[in-house]
C-alpha cells in the first residue's frame, strides 16, 4: 500500500515535499515513480527512482527544481519541489515498477494521489 501526503496550496515560487509511505513491502525491492495528472490531461511521469542501483529520472520541465530520495529506514520516498510554478498544478501519485524505472503501464500499485495548487 502506498500513501501520499504533502500537498497543499503555494504561490509561485514556493516549495512543497511530497512523501510517499510504502506498508507492506519495502521500497528497497522496488523502483518509485512520481506521476501526476492535471485536469483534462494525461497522466505524466515526473520522476523516477530505481533503488537497485539509486539511479533517478526526471522530466524536463522538473530539473533542476525536483528532487526524488529515499528513506529505507522509514520506507518512504519523498518529492521535494521547489520554484514551484501554475503549471505544476495537479493531482500527484507514487507508484511502484518491481522492475525499473520504465513505462507507465509497467507500475502495479498506485496511491491515491495528493494535490498540489500552484497560485501565480
Known amino acids: 500500500q502506498l500513501v501520499e501526503s504533502g500537498g497543499g496550496v503555494v504561490q509561485a515560487g514556493g516549495s512543497l515535499t511530497l512523501s510517499c509511505a510504502a506498508s507492506?513491502?519495502?521500497?528497497?525491492?522496488?523502483?518509485i515513480g512520481w506521476f501526476r495528472q492535471a485536469p483534462g490531461k494525461e497522466r505524466e511521469g515526473v520522476s523516477c527512482?530505481?533503488?537497485?542501483?539509486?539511479?533517478?529520472y526526471y522530466i524536463d520541465s522538473v530539473k533542476g527544481r525536483f528532487t526524488i530520495s529515499v528513506d529505507n529506514g522509514k520506507n518512504t520516498v519523498y518529492l521535494q519541489m521547489n520554484s514551484l510554478k501554475p503549471e505544476d498544478t495537479a493531482e500527484y501519485y507514487c507508484?511502484?515498477?518491481?522492475?525499473?524505472?520504465?513505462?507507465?503501464?509497467?507500475?502495479?500499485?498506485w496511491g491515491q494521489g495528493t494535490q498540489v495548487t500552484v497560485s501565480s
Open positions: 507508484a511502484t515498477n518491481p522492475f525499473s524505472c520504465g513505462p507507465r503501464d509497467e507500475y502495479d500499485y
Open positions: 527512482v530505481s533503488n537497485s542501483d539509486g539511479s533517478t
Open positions: 507492506g513491502d519495502s521500497v528497497e525491492d522496488y523502483a
